[in-house]
């Protein structure tokens, strides 16, 4: 299983309501793949996350444990069972 949290930013407006999600998985799944999954059926929150490139949005931060995809293979770094992952928008300001 796949531990999720999602900031509370993105599930405005979101069939989604739960901060923390699960995810069942028998295997390894790309980001894209966790993304598509876990927004089944709320097709706005996936669009707030995913661009129609299936990029991420340059606003999105996904991390798997400590890292940030983007460090990793981006939208294709794989996340295993027993991952936790967190999708984080993007802080800037000075």
Same mark, same amino acid.
């Given at each position: 299983?796949?531990?999720?949290?999602?900031?509370?930013? +993105? =599930?405005?407006?979101?069939?989604? $309501? @739960?901060?923390? #999600? =699960? /995810? $069942?998985? %028998?295997?390894?799944?790309?980001?894209?793949? /966790?993304? %598509?999954? #876990?927004?089944?059926?709320?097709?706005? #929150?996936? +669009?707030? /996350?995913?661009?129609? $490139?299936?990029?991420? =949005?340059?606003?999105?931060?996904? +991390?798997?444990? !400590?890292?940030?995809? =983007?460090? /990793?293979?981006?939208? %294709? !770094?794989?996340?295993? $069972?027993? %991952? @936790?992952?967190?999708?984080?928008?993007? #802080?800037?300001?000075?």
């Amino acid at each position: 299983m796949i531990k999720i949290w999602m900031h509370s930013m +993105f =599930r405005a407006d979101s069939t989604k $309501e @739960e901060t923390e #999600l =699960r /995810l $069942e998985t %028998d295997s390894e799944i790309s980001v894209y793949e /966790l993304l %598509d999954k #876990l927004c089944q059926g709320d097709e706005n #929150l996936f +669009f707030k /996350l995913v661009d129609e $490139e299936k990029n991420l =949005r340059p606003h999105v931060n996904i +991390f798997i444990g !400590s890292k940030n995809c =983007r460090n /990793l293979d981006g939208i %294709d !770094s794989m996340v295993a $069972e027993n %991952d @936790e992952v967190s999708v984080f928008p993007a #802080l800037s300001g000075g």
